[in-house]
């Protein structure tokens, strides 16, 4: 089946500072979504994002399918956005049914 | 209802028994997934509909595991005599379309084996 890795596993930031997550796959893809996992355990979807670049406040992610990769970026971290960062990335095993499949995880802690 | 419902939140059995978990997805939603999460772990998946039909029920550990969901909207997750190694975060989450697509998880069933 397909192969989803994130780097850093685990990343360590001051308050304020900026980050790229990164998650490479290694079969073609239909989507991909970023997720933050708080830590309470709620996951939340933050971007649908196949291909291009998006963003939500300080939050943006760019995708290159051609490429197999996708980047998250945080700026100007907050202590709020600690916790676990998902990739997940649909894609089409053998018998043409699509598969959502989530890569390791990047877990960060922002410290004040 | 405004998001994915899982009931219950946490549930304690004694190995051996029967367990019935219970996903409701937003209403409208035609694709549902079932994963399971271990501490530590990123999701992983178990099986998913679209409407009614089960599509990929790859992701099943074994025989012990099914999923239901005859009507195209409630779905249940049924493990039979639990084991231990069951022991684990059980995740539903729902989209709006066929594929995938956005999707929108529910808070969980904690699942302890003892």
């Known amino acids: 089946g397909i192969q989803v890795e994130q780097s850093p596993p685990d990343l360590i930031l001051q308050e304020g500072a900026n980050s790229t997550l990164r998650c490479n796959f290694s079969d073609s893809v239909n989507n991909l979504q970023w997720f933050h996992q708080n830590p309470w355990g709620q996951l939340i979807n933050l971007f649908y994002?196949?291909?291009g670049t998006k963003q939500n406040g300080r939050l943006s992610a760019t995708t290159v399918a051609t490429e197999r990769y996708s980047l998250l970026y945080i700026s100007s971290s907050q202590t709020t956005d600690s916790g676990v960062y998902f990739c997940?990335?649909?894609?089409?095993?053998?018998?043409?049914?699509?598969?959502?499949?989530f890569g390791t995880g990047t877990k960060l802690q922002v410290i004040p | 209802g405004a998001g994915v419902s899982q009931s219950p939140r946490y549930k304690v059995t004694k190995r051996g028994q029967d367990v019935a978990l219970r996903c409701d997805p937003i209403?409208?939603?035609?694709?549902l997934y079932w994963y399971r999460q271990a501490l530590g772990q990123g999701p992983e998946f178990l099986t998913y509909f679209n409407y009614e039909a089960q599509q990929d029920k790859s992701g099943l550990p074994n025989d012990r595991f099914s999923a239901e969901r005859p009507e195209g909207s409630i779905s249940t997750l049924t493990i039979q005599r639990t084991e231990q190694r069951d022991s684990a975060m059980y995740r539903c989450?729902?989209?709006?379309?066929?594929?995938?697509?956005?999707?929108?998880f529910g808070s969980g069933t904690q699942l302890s084996v003892l």
């Open positions: 989450a729902s989209s709006l379309e066929v594929g995938g697509k956005k999707l929108f």
């Open positions: 997940a990335v649909e894609s089409r095993p053998s018998g043409g049914y699509q598969k959502v499949t």
């Open positions: 209403s409208g939603h035609v694709s």
């Open positions: 994002i196949p291909s």
